[in-house]
């Protein structure tokens, strides 16, 4: 199972990859906690990128997931600012658990609770991410 699309980088655009990655989950994802945080890393991430990457009018986001070896591949490729989650993600968000009282700010401790970042490169005046989810390995989760 592949999943390549490409989406405006506006919130019609999140929501249109949104519904492709479900899609995509559903005949690729056996377990339903992992179609569920397959779900919310894409939302989370394309949402990061169409708030605070600034990318143009026109720019589009390009998504693709594929499904080996008990994870999940995903890539993106996106217009917005340089933005290296290795690196430009705060140290309290890398440390800290998602706390009771948070207001905003809790999609990337999720992810990196998740997923590993496989990769990143800024290439062609994009940003280019690889990350991977594992996929669970228990019935009970």
């Not at 994009?126 to 009970?140: D, E, H, K, T, V």
Request: net charge negative; hydrophobic share 40%.
């Amino acid at each position: 199972m592949y999943l390549r699309d490409s989406v405006p980088a506006d919130l019609s655009g999140v929501s249109r990859a949104l519904t492709a990655a479900r899609d995509f989950a559903e005949k690729a994802v056996p377990r339903r906690v992992d179609r569920v945080r397959l779900a919310m890393i894409i939302e989370e991430v394309l949402l990061n990128v169409v708030i605070h990457g600034s990318p143009s009018a026109r720019s589009r986001i390009e998504l693709e997931c594929g499904s080996r070896d008990g994870r999940i591949e995903i890539h993106i490729a996106d217009a917005g600012i340089p933005f290296d989650p290795r690196y430009d993600v705060p140290v309290s968000s890398r440390e800290d658990a998602v706390a009771d009282e948070i207001e905003g700010g809790a999609g990337w401790p999720m992810i990196l609770e998740w997923c590993d970042i496989e990769g990143y490169e800024r290439a062609d005046d994009q940003n280019r991410l690889w990350l991977s989810l594992s996929l669970s390995g228990s019935a009970g989760e």
